[in-house]
């Protein structure tokens, strides 16, 4: 077995393939559970159309997101589990910003795999009244978005996607932080309304 020089040092080749193993099965590891591993529709993607259950102040309703875009752009966020920590939050924070979003002509909608009895309270409990969340219980949407979380791909990732009245996706943002999504979002509708 012949010898690598790495710098001053000499080391036998069984050695540093054992230490780039090391280092590498970590960084490898990172990059495949980090957010960019994430897949997700691309900016420009037309959006898949869909029809599915929805509540908003804890009545149903057919959300059908083809209706939705002729009022305006909307705004699409997945989210793993009502009633979590982390989804509560991000949802009292996109209530907080619905107003926002309206005086834009936008629309939020909310999705998870949850069924639609749990969506009913959670769009009055944590959504405050202000916006729609619709139910996927099957994850035919969460899959048809690319928002399938990695450990569990019957749930949602958090991933939120901003969609153009002409059905394209105008900007996507993945992350683990809820009140990043309201915040990137907004913008995002505020660079493409303009308003």
Known sequence: MSDIRCGDSI?????????????????????LLSPLAQAALKVGDSAPR???????????????????LKKGPVVLYFFPKAFTQGCTMEAHAFAEATPRFAAMGATVVGMSHDDIDTLKRFSTEACRDQFAVASDPQAQTIRAYDASAAADPQRADRISYVIGQDGKVRF???GSDPDEHVRQTEAAVKRLTGK
């Open 50 to 68: 869909f029809t599915t259950p929805a509540a908003v102040a804890g009545k149903a309703f057919d959300f059908d997101m083809a209706a939705t």
């Open 172 to 174: 996507v943002h993945i």
């Open 11 to 31: 080391h036998p080749r069984a050695s540093l393939g054992h230490r780039c193993a090391r280092v590498a099965a970590p960084l490898l590891a990172a990059l």
